[in-house]
């Protein structure tokens, strides 16, 4: 499986836009039960608003909400937003820090988001279980977990570490795009030879 993806998804990143760690950062909190194409449209005038932590912690979440009230719940992103930013200040001098506990601590940002910006940016063996991660690793059978961290922990174990970054990608790509959550591409899929799902649809 890692080959066809190796072979067939040759370049695997995040699409959310953004031009420093700090952006993706606000990008990512942005982007939870949100489209990245919704987050993206928006991005361009907040990030020229506020384009270091030092902007960002300055302004009310009043202002910041009308840059992003398109997006899903923008009166709390708001004020995780400015919150992230006061605490990047307050405790990391204003740098995005590259340890997943330390992410944890700044406000919007859980497990699933540390672990985006450790990956992405750090380029550091992490795995975040988004919904479609979810849905595709349990489907396709590379996992039989109940929850997002099992499904992380099991991932973690079954992939190479040096491609974690990448797997990462690999299974969002293919659950936004082929493995959709309602009706799966599956003759468009190129993993029908491994999937447990397409394995138990033709039996059944």
């Known amino acids: 499986m890692t080959e066809w993806f190796t072979f067939n ?8 836009h953004y031009q420093s760690p700090f952006h993706l950062l606000i990008a990512v909190i942005l982007s939870a039960q949100c489209t990245d194409k919704r987050v993206n449209m928006i991005t361009p005038a907040l990030f020229q608003a506020y384009p270091n ?19 899903s719940y923008p009166n709390n992103k708001s004020k995780h937003l400015v919150g992230m930013a006061n605490v990047l200040i307050e405790r990391f001098n204003g740098i995005v ?4 506990e330390e992410l ?13 910006i450790v990956a992405v940016v750090f380029e550091k063996p992490a795995m975040a279980v ?13 996992t039989t977990t109940k929850t997002p ?10 992939f190479p570490a040096q491609i974690l970054p990448k797997a990462h990608h690999w299974l969002i790509l293919h659950g936004r795009y082929v493995c959709v959550a309602r009706r799966p591409k599956c003759e468009e899929c190129g993993l029908t030879p491994f999937c447990r799902h397409f394995k138990s649809k033709r039996e059944g």
């Open 97 to 100: 820090p590259s340890e997943r």
């Open 9 to 16: 998804m040759p370049i695997a990143e995040t699409e959310l």
């Open 130 to 142: 988004d919904t479609h991660v979810f849905r595709v690793a349990n489907r396709i059978g590379l």
């Open 53 to 71: 932590p030092g902007t960002l912690a300055a302004a009310t979440s009043d202002e910041v909400y009308e840059y992003i009230k398109s997006v």
């Open 104 to 116: 944890m601590q700044l406000p919007g940002v859980g497990r699933k988001t540390a672990n985006v």
């Open 149 to 158: 961290l099992a499904t992380e922990l099991e991932l973690v174990k079954n």
